[in-house]
Structure formats: structure tokens, C-alpha cells
């Protein structure tokens, strides 16, 4: 098969891990930049990249950053559009990577989640934060990667100052109780075509209580629970992502769900599980492309 794997850089670890996978397994692949194609509308819908026409692509893999999610998710809709197979939907890449659309839809089927609420009036700030409980709270941006944008308040008038920062900076706040029995880790699981094929537990470097591996988090090979297993998978199959990052707190009431990331990386997760995550995806695309 003609496999695309959709990425800024080539270089990164996951699209090289994707692409030794695919040609290990007899596949073409070839990397595109996702930022350099060009969409002709009217009569044949065609992709232009780098002058030349897209064509006789039988899959693509989409790897698309954050700060590339809806113009990468036009250039999903055009494969989709033409019947080309796609791990990540361009709906389900628009739904999961705005994380208040993300946990809108799982509270609605019923997922576990954090206590959370968006502030948009300083006069429903205080109400807010006496119904998210204790401190201190989680104040993120929207959009918010890697950890940042992720700050904690330890009492009221911290909460107030960082609301009236994201204010002036016109971002959009998350606030969020803080889950201290966690201990300042969290599980990633992740999730491809409907199975759990990894996951591992992140643990914050010293003083840190956030969990990313760029911020200094250790982690190791971690076996879930099956409520963990349960909403792991029911989240993924709820968002539509056939490929998925699924991110666990630990708390005294069972497993919530953090957080779920669309285009997770490989890096962290392969070398901690020693899994090749990359293979279970060519073999996903594989089933599917072929049907």
C-alpha cells in the first residue's frame, strides 16, 4: 500500500518510528508536511503538495500538533472526502483536541472526569471555586500543550490575579480541582483500533505536579485496572479515534479521565514498554485500508 504519514517534521521520533514500521512491513510511505498542501476545489478535489498532485494514496497517518489542528483538519477532510482511509477523523481531531468539547462529550456519555467548569465572568469566579472544593485548583489554558499554561492556586486570591492574566491575554480558562491523591502522576494509555496496546504510569519530577515527560516526569510500565481498561477504551470509542492517548488521574473515587490527546506521541511510551506501538498501527491500517 501508498501510505502517507502526515507530519511538519520527518525527523520527529513517532514518524520515523511510523515509517520504518510500514515499510519493515512491505508499504510505501512517504511524509508529508501538512502545512505545504494546497486544496484545489471545484470539479476533481485535488491536493497539491510541493507542486505535484496527491494521488493513488491508499491510507493516510495523520501526526498533526496543536497548533496546526484545524488547517490539518482540512486536509484529513480532503482524503476522507475522496475515500481514503484515515487513522484520526478530521471531527474526531476537532472534537478531542479542544479540551472543553472533549470533556463536554464524555460527561455526557457518562466518563469520569476531574471536576471542571469554564470561567468566562469574574463574578462567577469565587461560586466556581467553593463548588470545585478544596485547594488548590488547576487553572489551564484551552489550549494548552506539554504542560503549559497549567498552573495551580493555592487560595482565592491566586485564582483571582491568574484569572485576570488569561483575561488580558484573551485566553479561554479552564479551572479544575486538583487531584493531590495522585500524587503527581497519572497513567497514559494507549488505545489503538479499539484495543489497549501500552500504557504507563508518569510521575512529576520533585516539586513539578505536572506529569509531562518534557517537564522532567519519570515513568514506568504500569498494569490498569479494568474500570481503567473500561474508560479508556469507552472514551476513545465515544471521541471516534481509532489511534489515542488517554490520560488516567488516580483519585480516591475511582479513575478519571484527564485528558485525551489525538495525536499522541511515541517516544515516551515505546521506550518505557519497549512495545512497538508504530507496528500496531500500520496493522490497524492494514484492516482497514484493505476492506
Known amino acids: 500500500m501508498k501510505i502517507v504519514v502526515l507530519s511538519r517534521n520527518p525527523n520527529l521520533y513517532s514518524t520515523q518510528s511510523i515509517v520504518i514500521a510500514g515499510r519493515r512491513r512491505g508499504h510505501f510511505m512517504k511524509v508529508v508536511d501538512h502545512?505545504?498542501?494546497d486544496i484545489i476545489l471545484g470539479g476533481q478535489t485535488r491536493i497539491f503538495y510541493l507542486g505535484e498532485v496527491l494521488k493513488n494514496i491508499d491510507a493516510i497517518i495523520p501526526r498533526i500538533g496543536a497548533s496546526a489542528?484545524?488547517?490539518g483538519a482540512s486536509i484529513i477532510r480532503h482524503?476522507?472526502?475522496n475515500q481514503v482511509f484515515t487513522c484520526l477523523k478530521s471531527e474526531a481531531l476537532l472534537l478531542s483536541r479542544d479540551k472543553l468539547t472533549c470533556l463536554q462529550i464524555l460527561s455526557a456519555h457518562g466518563i469520569p472526569i476531574p471536576r471542571s467548569a469554564i470561567c468566562r465572568n469574574i463574578a462567577s469566579l469565587d461560586p466556581i471555586l467553593k463548588w470545585i472544593g478544596e485547594y488548590p485548583v488547576i487553572l489551564k489554558m484551552l489550549n494548552s500543550t506539554h504542560g503549559l499554561g497549567v498552573l495551580q492556586?493555592?487560595?482565592k486570591n491566586q485564582a483571582n490575579a491568574m484569572f485576570e492574566s488569561y483575561t488580558k491575554l484573551r485566553q479561554k480558562m479552564m479551572i479544575q480541582e486538583f487531584i493531590s491523591e495522585a500524587d503527581g502522576a497519572?497513567?497514559?494509555v494507549f488505545v489503538v483500533d479499539g484495543k489497549v496496546v501500552a500504557s504507563m504510569k508518569r510521575q512529576a519530577a520533585q516539586g513539578e505536579f505536572r506529569s509531562n515527560l518534557h517537564r522532567g516526569a519519570s515513568s514506568t510500565t504500569e498494569q490498569l485496572s479494568n474500570e481503567e481498561i473500561?474508560?479508556?477504551l469507552e472514551s476513545a470509542r465515544?471521541?471516534?479515534l481509532g489511534v489515542a492517548g488517554v490520560d488516567i488521574l488516580r483519585s480516591k473515587h475511582g479513575p478519571l479521565i484527564l485528558e485525551v490527546?489525538?495525536?499522541p506521541g511515541l517516544e515516551g511510551i515505546e521506550g518505557t514498554t519497549q512495545i512497538d506501538i508504530a507496528s500496531r498501527i500500520i496493522q490497524y491500517v492494514e484492516r482497514n485500508a484493505r476492506k
Open 35 to 37: 502545512a505545504s498542501c
Open 69 to 71: 489542528t484545524h488547517s
Open 79 to 81: 482524503f476522507e472526502l
Open 153 to 155: 492556586a493555592f487560595n
Open 186 to 188: 497519572d497513567i497514559r
Open 230 to 232: 473500561r474508560i479508556a
Open 238 to 240: 465515544i471521541l471516534k
Open 261 to 263: 490527546n489525538p495525536s
